[in-house]
């Protein structure tokens, strides 16, 4: 069952906190870095795709971030703004920050990697302050994403989010999306998950970060994670196992897979991004956890199958078609 019930008469749908950087995606695939010349330049950072995709589902999405006071912040915040997310909390930086750049490599459709440049960027320079709590008031569904708790001010910003929306009923969505070379230490990274997740309502993650998060703890299984997270605030927990599947769990002990479909891979990044984004519009819909999952599913096949991950978020029709292509046969790997 989706249990989750979202505040009613809000005027916004979606909101993100945390990372907004540019993605440097290769045009030569099928080599390495080392021999790639030329990349292009698309917005990035997990939550910014996520609040992307949500927004191609046409719902009312707003973003609070921080952004260099340079050209890339500003091709940022025009993206958004022609992706017609409400950008009045993203807030320019004026102390000389820069922008996040990812460099992504793709020697192989199963063979991709990242090259990040994250030294003294904006968007962990957010503060407290600068988080706007009528937005978080006025939405249904708050996300916030792993990075952003990676040093301070940014962490103490995010954990002002969740506060605000726990005081205000808004649901609140946790996209683990652990980068472990913006961390000092594995113990650091899994003090501060754990007190983020306790607050979060819904929890996304791959098999190997919750591993991360629980390195205190002795048992590393499925069941044993998602009970944890029940004694809290989560109604719903999501273990991803690359490709075997994803499993949710629901607070009522039960646990739901959904079928995959078969995609002509470009590159693997972007997948994750793409099956929450497609995940939490479901849920919101109010669909079955089977349906929202197999939803998030075919949303990540046709990012993996682009060359982009913002660009190629999909509106909910190509969704619908691509499923109904699988179904019928006609996309077949």
Known sequence: MNDITFPADRSLDFTAIGRLCIDLNANEINRPMEETSTFTKYVGGSPANITIGMSRFTLKTAFIGKIANDQMGRFIRDYLEKNEIDTSNVVND???????LAFTE????????????????????????????????????????????????????????????????????????????????QEET????????????????????????????QEHSDHSTASRWFNHSA?????????????????????????????????????GDSYAAGF????????????????????????????SCSDAMPRAEQVHDYIARCERGEIVV
């Open 106 to 185: 793709i020697k192989s459709p199963t063979d991709c990697s990242i090259l990040m440049y994250r030294d003294n960027v904006a968007d962990l320079l957010l503060t407290p302050s600068e988080v706007n709590e009528e937005l978080i008031a006025k939405s249904k569904l708050l996300l916030i994403s792993g990075t952003a708790l990676a040093q301070s001010p940014s962490r103490e910003a995010v954990f002002q989010a969740l506060q605000y929306a726990k005081k205000h009923g808004t649901v609140i969505a946790f996209d683990l999306d652990y980068r472990p070379y913006t961390w000092k230490s």
């Open 190 to 217: 899994a003090v501060y998950y754990n007190l983020a997740a306790e607050k979060c309502d819904i929890i996304l993650g791959t098999r190997e970060e919750f591993d991360m998060m629980e390195c205190f703890e």
């Open 280 to 307: 939490l519009y479901g849920v919101m819909q109010g669909w079955t956890l089977e349906k929202s999952m197999e939803f998030g599913s075919a949303s990540a096949c046709i990012v993996i199958s682009s060359h």
């Open 94 to 100: 004026y102390t000389g920050a820069v922008t996040g």
């Open 235 to 271: 109604q719903i927990v999501i273990i991803k196992h690359g490709k075997e599947g994803s499993i949710a769990y629901t607070k009522d002990g039960a646990s739901h897979r959904a079928k995959s479909f078969p995609a002509k891979v470009i590159k693997t990044f972007g997948a």
